[in-house]
């Protein structure tokens, strides 16, 4: 776990990558509450028979899942000190290059892009690379944008 004392200390490490988050599984119960979560219960994510004759053999996590799990890679990557808020303002760019299957590990890298004033604090761009374990091609490669509030 990186920490910066606050935005000043954040604003130093811009470019650089911050850290990795530790492997997370996968489980196909994972990917069945979301599923109920978010009403998708397509069959390659929630039908193990069916999904063993699919190209992947087994059921996938969804993709929005993968991307789901990265605010848990970001806490675990790193922390910024005197800050009243931090808030999701959205993505630039999402990819999901590769499946996740049920069962799998995956692990993020987060790169600081930037950090860029706003009226009421920061805007702090990340990317974060999801890697399935074993895997050559990432999962999921997301731009990230959060505002981050000063106390």
């Known amino acids: 776990m990186r920490r910066f004392a606050d935005i000043d200390e954040l604003r130093t490490a811009v470019g650089e990558i911050l850290g990795e988050s530790d492997w997370l599984v996968?489980?196909?119960?994972m990917i069945d509450r979301f599923a109920a979560a978010t009403g998708d219960h397509q069959w390659i994510h929630v039908d193990p028979a069916r999904a063993k004759?699919?190209?992947f053999g087994t059921t996938i996590a969804?993709?929005?899942?993968t991307l789901s799990l990265i605010p848990q890679m970001l806490y675990a990557v790193y922390s910024v000190g005197k800050i009243a808020a931090s808030l999701n303002y959205g993505c630039n760019k999402v990819r999901f290059p590769l499946a996740v299957p049920s069962g799998s590990r995956v692990k993020g890298s987060i790169r600081l892009l930037a950090v860029d004033?706003?009226?009421?604090?920061?805007r702090v761009t990340t990317e974060?690379?999801?890697?399935?374990e074993g895997a050559e091609r990432p999962a999921c490669v997301a731009e990230l944008v959060a505002v981050l509030v000063p106390l």
Not at 117 to 122: A, I, K, L
Not at 128 to 132: I, S
């Open 128 to 132: 974060a690379t999801v890697v399935l």
């Open 53 to 55: 004759a699919s190209p």
């Open 117 to 122: 004033d706003v009226p009421r604090g920061v």
């Open 62 to 65: 969804h993709g929005f899942l």
């Open 26 to 29: 996968v489980s196909q119960e």
